[in-house]
């Protein structure tokens, strides 16, 4: 039988309690949140809440195109805001399998052909006087908030686009 030893040297730490909120708030990314691709996300997250809400409080149910308009506002805002969150918490450098790049950059391509016809047909349905003033300046602001929207997807797609690309490149590198 071997015999215990007469020295045992033991070490003792004391470790810091490791907090969720502590390890969520070290994954934040505010980078992301002052930079141009962020402050875009933002706005559409925010004047495209304002489309569908505008949209919603609206009769809308009356003219048949604005289904389609309040399909394209809801869609585009929940996606929007998945995608803002996973950035946010950096979750893509977890799922590495996926080349971001060119998903973010084939959302806002997508987003911001979906919210061209969005508009289009939002401006279109829009009839004066029908079926009452208040419905109709519902109707013409939520217009005028979806070709802001429209614009800040374009831009989101320019600057994924960018990315994608890389800074710097051209196509005389590639």
Known sequence: ??????KVSTQTSTSEPSSR??????????????SIPGILMIIEMVLGLLVWALVADSRYGAVPAYGWVMFVAIFCWLMTIILF???LLQLQR?????????VVLGYHVAATLLYITGFITCAASVQAGFPSPTEYNKRAAASFFAGVVMVAYGGSAFFSFSEWRGVGS???SA
Not at 1 to 6: G, K, R, T, Y
Not at 21 to 34: K, N, Y
């Open 94 to 102: 977890r799922i590495a399998v996926v080349p971001w790049p060119i």
């Open 1 to 6: 039988m071997a015999e215990f030893p007469a």
């Open 21 to 34: 909120a502590g390890r969520i708030c070290q994954d934040l990314d505010l980078i992301f949140i002052r």
């Open 170 to 172: 051209n196509a005389a």
């Open 85 to 87: 969150v996973t950035i």
